[in-house]
Every structure is written in C-alpha cells, then in structure tokens.
C-alpha cells in the first residue's frame, strides 16, 4: 500500500489513492452497492437463528450500505427487520406498529424490543412441561414389538382369511347345488321323530328334500 501512495504529493491525493485502494472505483462501487441491495432485499430471520445472531447480520449490511452512500430512514429499517421476521413473531410485530412511533424508533432499540421479547418465551418454554415427547417412563413401559410375533399374527390373520375364503366359495357351491340358499342354521334330522322332519322339495312332513321321492323322480327324467 505504501508504493501506491509514495507518488501523492498532498495528503488529498493520499486520502483519494487510499480511498480508491480500499473501496474502488466507481464501477465496483455500484457492483458492490447492487450486490448490497440484493441482500437487503432478500434479508431474512434463518430458522435457527437467534435474534442477537440476525441484528449482528441486518445492522452489518446497513452499514455497509451506508458506506455506499445508501440509507434507510427509522421507519423503512423497521418494517424490513419485521417483514424479514417468521409468522411466529407477527403478533408481537404488529403490537410495535400499534404501540410505537416507527419513525423515531431507532434500530437498536428495535433490536432490544425483539430480543427481550425472545427472552421472555424462551423463559416461559422453559418453565412449562413438554407434553409433546413421552416421557422415560412412558416409554419404557411400551414394549418393544418382536419381528417373530409380529410374523406370527400375520400368519394367523392370513390363515383366518383364507379359511373365511374357504367358507365363502364352499357356500357358493351348495347354493348352486341346492334350489334353496345354504344355511349353517338350517334345521337337522330328527332321527328319534321323523314326523317333525320337513321336505323343502315338496313341502310335505316326515322326510327331508333328499330322501323325498319327488325328487327322485325329477332326477330319472
């Protein structure tokens, strides 16, 4: 740096040469400057991050673009850190633009706003119980499931679901057979008092369908 200054000759040219040195020329200053907008722009509060960790990243881009020669009034600084805020903080937000004056309203004191407002719910987070995750206890007492059991039941289940096929297809083929639908509940034999016994052949008592002699006939034709 000291080779580029030794041909000034008064401390202007120094100050111009070092000036030019540190920030460039006029062309990388509005490169810079586009660049520094794009982020001011686009600015916003990161997921995880705290609000000391996102007015430490909002106040060093102002102030490189005041060094640019771009400035923000009190006002238009305010509603960008509340636009760049999550949903969360939208209640608070708008309690600020309710209650205070934006355009005297410093950043920093914006900043300090916002950050005892984060203490205070991170106090209040910590101080009530979480009923969102089990506890120890709770999930100690749950069981783990065993792959062999757990191969074991649906093995049964399957079991039982082709045996219900099984029935379903066995029933259909008796109704085919049969005139009348297959029941497990129709009446059975009564071998000790045949007159009780009737035929759904030809409707007559003392004998069953398949013993009826009108249907033996039937069967001859």
Known sequence: ML?????????????????????GNEETKE????????KFELIKMK???????????????VIELARLNK???NRELALKVMRALP??????????????????????DLFAN????????????????????????????IPDQNPCSTDSRS?????????????????????????????FNSPKKNFNNPSENKCYNCGRTGHFMDDCNRQKQDEKK
């Open 3 to 23: 080779s580029n200054i030794q041909t000034c000759t008064t401390a202007k040219e120094i100050w111009e040469k070092l000036v030019q040195i540190c920030e």
């Open 71 to 73: 400035t923000y009034s």
């Open 155 to 183: 093995t049964d289940e399957m079991s039982k679901d082709a045996m219900a096929l099984l029935i379903r297809k066995f029933g259909k083929f008796l109704r085919k057979q049969n005139s009348q639908p297959f029941s």
């Open 87 to 108: 949903k969360e903080w939208d209640v608070k937000t708008m309690a600020i633009r309710e209650l205070k004056d934006l355009n005297k309203l410093e950043l920093h």
């Open 114 to 141: 916002l950050k005892a407002y984060e203490f205070e719910l991170e106090t209040k987070a910590e101080m009530e119980p979480s009923t969102s995750q089990p506890t120890k206890a709770l999930a100690a007492s």
């Open 31 to 38: 490169n810079k400057l586009t660049v520094a907008l794009q």
């Open 47 to 61: 997921p995880e991050e705290t609000m000391a960790e996102f007015d430490e990243r909002f106040s060093s881009l």
